[in-house]
């Protein structure tokens, strides 16, 4: 439904107050992405303002884990909410294997309503209700993934994953610059020897 107000029209106020919402996510990560911490740091800021959004309906269980180059392993880069154990467990994953390995292999976001085949035997730790595995990827290339914890309260949508799509995107943007940063430091170096 749409509503005039002074010769403009625009959309029912829930809908508009989503889409400020999700611009004012998009636009807070992108500030927050140009913020000089160190990478992990970056990325572990990143993952605590995702969580911290109330309206996401998110655990604050999160993740970033980098496809490690020549290799077909997801290694963890950052995580918040996680138990010692899940860190031990999710430190290197096999490409196909597992929720993340296998969204991260074929390049797109899926959401898991069950416990992740790697933490089955792992009772100490509660299972939130599910969550998602979102790629993020460089020209169709896998070089990432995204590991967000939802509560019970979540309610999947293609808002959701619409927003998720672009926090990859912008995470890959941050990732191919870190790399093109150390990059730029190894040649400094060399031009040193």
Do not use: W
Not at 73 to 89: I, N, P, W, Y
Not at 90 to 106: D, E, I, L, Q, T
């Amino acid at each position: 439904m749409e509503y005039e107000r002074e010769g403009v029209y625009t959309h029912d106020p829930a809908e508009y107050s989503r889409e400020y919402s999700t611009r004012q996510i998009i636009n807070d990560i992108l500030r927050i992405s140009l913020e000089p911490y160190l990478f992990k740091e970056l990325l572990e800021h990143i993952l605590d303002y995702i969580v911290s959004r109330k309206g996401l309906h998110l655990s604050p269980q999160a993740a970033i884990f980098l496809v490690e180059p020549n290799s077909q392993f997801l290694t963890l880069k950052a995580s918040c909410g996680f138990s010692v154990h899940q860190e031990d467990r999710c430190a290197s994953v096999k490409m196909g294997f597992c929720h993340c390995g296998r969204a991260a292999s074929n390049g797109s976001i899926h959401y898991f309503s069950s416990r992740p085949p790697l933490h089955l035997n792992n009772s100490e730790q509660p299972c939130p209700s599910g969550h998602y595995c979102i790629p993020i990827n460089r020209d169709e290339q896998p070089i990432g993934l995204l590991a967000l914890y939802v509560t019970e309260s979540h309610e999947l949508s293609i808002e959701m994953e619409q927003l998720l799509e672009a926090i990859a995107n912008i995470l890959a943007t941050v990732i191919e610059s870190q790399k093109m940063d150390q990059q730029m430091i190894e040649l400094v170096n060399d031009l040193r020897i």
